[in-house]
Each structure stands twice: as structure tokens, then as C-alpha cells.
């Protein structure tokens, strides 16, 4: 009574695989009806062989009535099942895959399904990433698909590398043949990591600074898979030979691309990495020529033009507010771009600084940079004899004086042109001379702009005299008496008249300024860094 009892669910088994053994058409009729009869027939006969032997294996493992001890208890759905102890071959248990996987069968030749991909993608052992990786399938190979899961998002595939089969993402993926009769396989077990075993190499990681095209080759000329963004961090797993291109996993999906390493930062030990061969250069259909997207730059401020990227170069024109020019190539920092020249023809680099772009620089081409130009050594001389000092004006110290006839290196400029610094004409380190009556030999515009030092704290002049002067409205008598400056008193001097014979001071009777003659004055103070003064019209004389 017992043995039927348990025949009953084991032939209801077998009558579920011999209908899922015939696998009825889907709605569509096959071409090669005959060849697909064969087929399910044999598909049929294989499941019943395999009922046959869970069957008997069944059987075999049930005690009987003889077989039992005497004091052995009846099983019951309550009471566990005990495992023999003196057989290997005990009551069948479930195995690690939920459904048994479809016997291989001689497949028509009108109903093989190929897969081939877009990008490199991962084959693993079950759908995701939880899976391990069994090998590659690299773009132009086709392999055979055999089943498909449930939803249609992963396929089954015959190892591109090896024996066996694999499951391949069906997102960079393109299937060919009659899909609607593959067999639908159950994802296997989840795999359990494995405790305390540690990997030999760290893994090793890649972030980049700017968001970077992910590419399917090492290149400008693949496709791109995705956009890898800053902070994100990818596992890298192999390289270019040149160590320029790095391949990582796809960062929003399955498979690898390849990454330009300009901005990457890297965790681990990329020269550890196995080197990659790149993927066929892709060929362009033909008739298909891509138009690119034209990029185009403006500037918020007028921005030097020049031969190449810096100041080295000499300047082919000044990029103004408001002009619109088509760029053509960049720098491979990209804070250069090569741009139509807005005012002529060919070309001439911009600083990018101030410069907004329209349309994906990214894909531009990086341009070499030519040759730094041999300065042209620029020189000066001046016109009248000329203070020159720590920083550009009167607030700083005179180093030296620069005399007419001489001439001097000049090694920079303030940022107005307006004060040059020279090699000190009558010794060593450099001094600012005032550019009024300065003249150049060579390009100023190439020399560097210097930042202006901190302006000196003015340490105050003053004057005493030994006899009751006169101070006037100008440098002389026929200019009238402001005030007399007494024997005894102080005076602040604020500038001085070009041959040092008048200084001029504060007003020590009141409000403004007088001139007082030198001639029995005493200075204490740098009265070397008082401003020149200019004097003010000679007065009509009065009749």
C-alpha cells in the first residue's frame, strides 16, 4: 500500500515531462515540421528514460516490509525520514539546479539562433553579476544560443571560449533566429562566497576627474558604450600595451569598455594588469559618412590668439567678446583649444580660461604642440634719465638711476605696459623703470606680466631750517610768499622739484602746500623717494 502511495505524484511527474517534452509551437508554425517531430520525440524519450531511473532509484531506496527491524516505527508525514547508514545510495535529494537542463538533440538547421554583441560582454556561469565570469564574447562573434531565461533578458550561450555553455546580458546583444522556441532555463544557485580565502592581488580600481567616454576600443574611432562620471569607482581589468587606454567593467552595465587614462587616478597595481589586445578598428559602412557635431567656442574677455598654447608664442590676433569661432582641435590638458583664426586664415590656440565651448570637446582631436619658439631678447632705452625702482612708482624705493644711452634686458612688465622690469643697469637683481620715455626693442607682449610687490609704508621726510625762509606758491621768487617757515619748526616734505634745490612742504602756518628753498634747509628721511613735482606756471607780475 505504501509503494502505491508513492507511485502516484512519480507517474504524475512523468506526465508533466512528457508534455513539456512535446513543447507545442507558441503560435508559430516551423518550417521543418517533420525534423522538429523527430526532435520532440526524442526530447520525450530521453525524460521518460530519466523517470525510469528516478523511479527505480526510488523503489530501491524504500525499506519494505521485510527489510524493517522489529522495533522500527512507521514513517508518517510527521515523523523525519532517517538516512541508511549502511548504503550510499540513500533517498534521492534535490540537486543544485531546480530543473533539469533540455538533453541536446540534433537541432534543424532553419531554427539555430545566433547572438553576437555590440560591445565586449561578460559570459558567466548565471544571469548577473553575482556570477562568475567563464569567458568574453568580444564584437564580430557570433555564437549559438540554446535557451533563454524567463524574461527574455539573458541568453544562453555556447562558450565562445570553450566547452560548455554561459549566460550572456541581452542588452548590447542581437539575436538572430527563432527565439520563441528555445527553452526557458531557471537561473542556477546563487553562488555562497567562500570564507577566509583572500584574493592574491588586490583588485584593482579607477576613477577619473572629468566624465570620460567608456569606448568599445582604445580610441576616438570606437563607439562609445557609456559615460564613466566622476566618483565613481570601476574595477580595471586589463590594459592598452601603451598604458594609455585602461579596459574596466561598464560602469552602468554588463561587459568591459575601454577608458582613456589622461584623468584617471588609480588604487592597486595597474602594471600588474594583463595587456589587452584592442578590437578590430571599426570600418565605416559605406555611404554612411557620420556628420560630426561642430564645436564652437566664445570668450568673456578678449583673449590672445597665439601660434601655440602660452606666451612663448607669438600672438596671431586678439579673440574679441562676442565672436563665435568653429574649434578644431585642443591641447591634450584641454585647457588650450585650436580655433578657426576669427580674424584671417588657418589657425591659432586660446586659453581656455575664459573661454565657454559649444558642443562635446571630448571628441576633438588632440593636437601636438609645435615647437617653443627661441625668444626674441627685448630691450629698452630711455629718453631722459630715469628712476628706477623696487616696484612701478614713487611709493617704492630708486635702486638705481638708468642714464640716456643705455640699454637694459627687459625680463617682464606689469600688466597695464605701463612699468617694464629690467636687468639693474649698475648691478645685479632687477628694477622697475616708469615706460613715459621708454622705448623697446622686441615683443613686449610676450613677456610675462609680474605681480606688483606690496607697496613700501612711506617713511615720512621732514625739514628744518637754520634761517627764517620764505615759502611760496612755486620754486622762486617770482612767486608770491605763502607763509615764513621759522627757525626751529618741523615741516612733512611732500615732493621736491627736479634739480633737489626746492622742496615742497606742508603749509606750517595753515592749509596746502608751499615751496621752501633748499639752501639753508636740513632733510632728515629717503628724500630720494619724494615724488618730483612739476612747478606751477610762472605768475604775470603784477604793475
Given at each position: 500500500m505504501r509503494r502505491k502511495n508513492w507511485l502516484l505524484p512519480v507517474m504524475m511527474l512523468f506526465v508533466v515531462l512528457a508534455l513539456s517534452g512535446c513543447n507545442l509551437f507558441d503560435g508559430d508554425q516551423p518550417e521543418d515540421l517533420e525534423g522538429l517531430v523527430e526532435t520532440y520525440t526524442a526530447q520525450t524519450q530521453a525524460a521518460q528514460n530519466q523517470i525510469g531511473t528516478i523511479v527505480a532509484g526510488t523503489l530501491a531506496a524504500m525499506p519494505t516490509a521485510e527489510e524493517k527491524s522489529p522495533g522500527e516505527a512507521v514513517i508518517t508525514e510527521?515523523?523525519?525520514?532517517?538516512?541508511?547508514?549502511?548504503?550510499?545510495?540513500?533517498?534521492?535529494?534535490?540537486?543544485?539546479?531546480?530543473?533539469?537542463?533540455?538533453?541536446?538533440?540534433?537541432?534543424?538547421?532553419?531554427?539555430?539562433?545566433?547572438?553576437?554583441?555590440?560591445?565586449?560582454?561578460?559570459?558567466?556561469?548565471?544571469?548577473?553579476?553575482?556570477?562568475?565570469?567563464?569567458?568574453?564574447?568580444?564584437?564580430?562573434?557570433?555564437?549559438?544560443?540554446?535557451?533563454?531565461?524567463?524574461?527574455?533578458?539573458?541568453?544562453?550561450?555556447?562558450?565562445?571560449?570553450?566547452?560548455?555553455?554561459?549566460?550572456?546580458?541581452?542588452?548590447?546583444?542581437?539575436?538572430?533566429?527563432?527565439?520563441?522556441?528555445?527553452?526557458?532555463?531557471?537561473?542556477?544557485?546563487?553562488?555562497?562566497?567562500v570564507s577566509g580565502v583572500a584574493p592574491t592581488l588586490a583588485a584593482v580600481t579607477l576613477k577619473v576627474s572629468v566624465p570620460t567616454n567608456c569606448r568599445v576600443g582604445p580610441g576616438l574611432a570606437y563607439d562609445k558604450v557609456t559615460i564613466l562620471q566622476p566618483g565613481k569607482t570601476v574595477k580595471v581589468v586589463a590594459r592598452h600595451a601603451s598604458a594609455d587606454f585602461w579596459v574596466i567593467e561598464n560602469p552602468t552595465g554588463e561587459g568591459t569598455c575601454w577608458v582613456w587614462g589622461a584623468y584617471a587616478s588609480f588604487t592597486g597595481l595597474p602594471g600588474s594588469l594583463p595587456v589587452q589586445a584592442p578590437p578590430p578598428t571599426p570600418t565605416p559602412q559605406a555611404g554612411l559618412t557620420p556628420t560630426p557635431t561642430v564645436v564652437t567656442l566664445k570668450v568673456s574677455v578678449d583673449t590672445n590668439c597665439r601660434v601655440g598654447p602660452g606666451k612663448p608664442y607669438d600672438i596671431v590676433t586678439i579673440f574679441k567678446i562676442g565672436q563665435t569661432a568653429k574649434v578644431v582641435g585642443r591641447h591634450a590638458t584641454a585647457d588650450y583649444w585650436v580655433i578657426e583664426n576669427p580674424a584671417g586664415e588657418g589657425t591659432c590656440w586660446v586659453w581656455g580660461e575664459y573661454a565657454t565651448l559649444s558642443g562635446s570637446g571630448a571628441n576633438l582631436p588632440v593636437w601636438d604642440v609645435p615647437p617653443a619658439p627661441t625668444p626674441t631678447p627685448v630691450t629698452l632705452k630711455v629718453s631722459v634719465d630715469t628712476n628706477c625702482r623696487t616696484g612701478p612708482g614713487k611709493p617704492y624705493d630708486i635702486v638705481t638711476i638708468f642714464r640716456i644711452g643705455k640699454t637694459a634686458d627687459v625680463v617682464a612688465r606689469n600688466a597695464a605696459n605701463?612699468?617694464?622690469?629690467?636687468?639693474?643697469?649698475?648691478?645685479?637683481?632687477?628694477?622697475?623703470?616708469?615706460?613715459?620715455?621708454?622705448?623697446?626693442?622686441?615683443?613686449?607682449?610676450?613677456?610675462?606680466?609680474?605681480?606688483?610687490?606690496?607697496?613700501?609704508?612711506?617713511?615720512?621726510?621732514?625739514?628744518?631750517?637754520?634761517?627764517?625762509?620764505?615759502?611760496?606758491?612755486?620754486?622762486?621768487?617770482?612767486?608770491?610768499?605763502?607763509?615764513?617757515?621759522?627757525?626751529?619748526?618741523?615741516?612733512?616734505?611732500?615732493?621736491?622739484?627736479?634739480?633737489?634745490?626746492?622742496?615742497?612742504?606742508?603749509?606750517?602756518?595753515?592749509?596746502?602746500?608751499?615751496?621752501?628753498?633748499?639752501?639753508?634747509?636740513?632733510?632728515?628721511?629717503?628724500?630720494?623717494?619724494l615724488p618730483i613735482w612739476d612747478p606751477p606756471a610762472t605768475p604775470t607780475p603784477k604793475p
Open positions: 510527521e515523523t523525519p525520514v532517517q538516512q541508511p547508514t549502511h548504503t550510499a545510495t540513500a533517498t534521492l535529494l534535490p540537486t543544485a539546479t531546480p530543473t533539469l537542463a533540455p538533453t541536446p538533440t540534433d537541432t534543424p538547421a532553419g531554427s539555430i539562433v545566433y547572438a553576437q554583441v555590440s560591445v565586449p560582454t561578460n559570459c558567466r556561469t548565471g544571469p548577473g553579476k553575482v556570477f562568475d565570469k567563464v569567458s568574453v564574447l568580444n564584437v564580430g562573434k557570433q555564437v549559438e544560443v540554446v535557451a533563454r531565461n524567463a524574461f527574455g533578458t539573458y541568453w544562453v550561450v555556447k562558450n565562445p571560449a570553450g566547452a560548455g555553455t554561459c549566460w550572456l546580458w541581452g542588452t548590447y546583444a542581437t539575436v538572430s533566429g527563432p527565439t520563441a522556441h528555445l527553452p526557458v532555463w531557471d537561473s542556477p544557485p546563487t553562488p555562497t562566497p605701463t612699468y617694464w622690469v629690467i636687468r639693474n643697469p649698475e648691478g645685479s637683481g632687477q628694477c622697475w623703470v616708469w615706460g613715459k620715455y621708454a622705448t623697446l626693442s622686441g615683443s613686449g607682449a610676450n613677456l610675462p606680466v609680474w605681480d606688483v610687490p606690496p607697496a613700501p609704508t612711506p617713511t615720512p621726510v621732514t625739514l628744518k631750517v637754520s634761517v627764517d625762509t620764505n615759502c611760496r606758491t612755486g620754486p622762486g621768487k617770482p612767486y608770491d610768499i605763502v607763509t615764513i617757515f621759522r627757525i626751529g619748526k618741523t615741516a612733512d616734505v611732500v615732493g621736491r622739484n627736479a634739480a633737489k634745490t626746492y622742496w615742497v612742504i606742508r603749509n606750517p602756518e595753515g592749509s596746502g602746500q608751499c615751496w621752501v628753498w633748499g639752501k639753508y634747509a636740513t632733510l632728515t628721511g629717503p628724500a630720494e623717494s
